[in-house]
């Protein structure tokens, strides 16, 4: 077994990584703290361990997310599953690359970084694989935002607004969000909103006006899916509160 230790510059964050021939995990060093030792860091990652006490996350997704609670924090564990025709023959399997290109491993990283940042996404505590000869399976761990509902459930605009806004400032950013829809961005009870599920999400130097569009686009179209009769003002809050941050010309100087 191999340990490391690995620091972001400026950052509170610290991960604790372990690793045997056939799984590996990288967690943050507050869960690994309270969990104690590997065995109890690899019950996190499996809805089936009793204290977990794991019920279903039942809006959104493809019915593989759970929230569960680890050492001292509430939780969201989710196992990667395949979307599309390719389901229909490999549900929740990869190709095996190394763990630094699993799934799991690279969201978990991007999530560090927009935390870190300050962007609102759940705080990452753990990415975990398991790997099977050539293909693998993995597994997410998020801190739970408390009293949260999808944007999907709002039907205040001045939310919509500022959801447009949030998602400016992560364009702004330079983040792809590769599954940006009505469920993916949350409210909590404060009003505050969050945005989830960076899956294949990818950090670039700059995004394109077209790139900008075609996330958009795929809210506009989860949105829809809703049929809610209020959409279009919806849509007309949230590119309204989009636009007036990407312009702000404070945030351009």
């Known amino acids: 077994?191999?340990?490391?230790?690995?620091?972001?510059?400026?950052?509170?964050?610290?991960?604790?990584?372990?690793?045997?021939?056939?799984?590996?995990?990288?967690?943050?060093?507050?869960?690994?703290?309270?969990?104690?030792?590997?065995?109890?860091?690899?019950?996190?990652?499996?809805?089936?361990?009793?204290?977990?006490?794991?019920?279903?996350?039942?809006?959104?997704?493809?019915?593989?997310?759970?929230?569960?609670?680890?050492?001292?924090?509430?939780?969201?564990?989710?196992?990667?599953?395949?979307?599309?025709?390719?389901?229909?023959?490999?549900?929740?399997?990869?190709?095996?690359?190394?763990?630094?290109?699993t799934r799991s491993c690279q969201e978990f990283e991007l999530l560090q970084i927009l935390w870190r940042f300050g962007l609102p996404v759940p705080r990452p505590l753990g990415a975990a694989a398991w790997r099977h000869g050539l293909i693998y399976r993995a597994a997410l761990l998020t801190q739970r935002i408390p009293h949260a509902k999808p944007l999907a459930q709002c039907t205040d605009l001045d939310t919509w607004r500022r959801a447009g806004a949030v998602i400016a400032d992560m364009h702004r950013m330079g983040v792809w969000h590769?599954?940006?829809?009505?469920?993916?961005?949350?409210?909590?009870?404060q009003a505050k909103v969050w945005l989830i599920d960076f899956d294949r999400g990818r950090l670039v130097a700059f995004l394109?006006?077209?790139?900008?569009?075609?996330?958009?686009s795929r809210l506009l179209r989860s949105l829809k899916k809703l049929c809610l009769t209020q959409q279009h003002s919806y849509w007309s809050a949230l590119r309204?509160?989009?636009?007036?941050?990407?312009?702000?010309?404070?945030?351009?100087?």
């Not at 077994?1 to 060093?29: H, N, P």
């Not at 309204?240 to 100087?253: F, K, N, S």
């Open 1 to 101: 077994m191999k340990y490391s230790l690995g620091w972001r510059i400026g950052c509170e964050i610290v991960t604790v990584e372990s690793s045997l021939a056939d799984r590996w995990f990288r967690v943050d060093q507050a869960l690994a703290e309270c969990c104690g030792s590997d065995a109890l860091i690899w019950d996190c990652f499996d809805p089936l361990t009793p204290n977990l006490d794991a019920r279903p996350v039942t809006e959104g997704g493809r019915a593989a997310a759970w929230f569960v609670r680890t050492g001292a924090f509430d939780a969201v564990l989710r196992h990667y599953r395949r979307g599309g025709l390719v389901a229909k023959f490999i549900k929740n399997y990869y190709f095996w690359t190394g763990f630094t290109h």
């Open 178 to 189: 590769a599954d940006l829809n009505v469920y993916n961005v949350l409210i909590d009870d």
């Open 208 to 216: 394109t006006p077209a790139q900008r569009a075609r996330n958009l």
């Open 240 to 253: 309204e509160g989009y636009q007036e941050q990407w312009l702000a010309p404070e945030l351009l100087e």
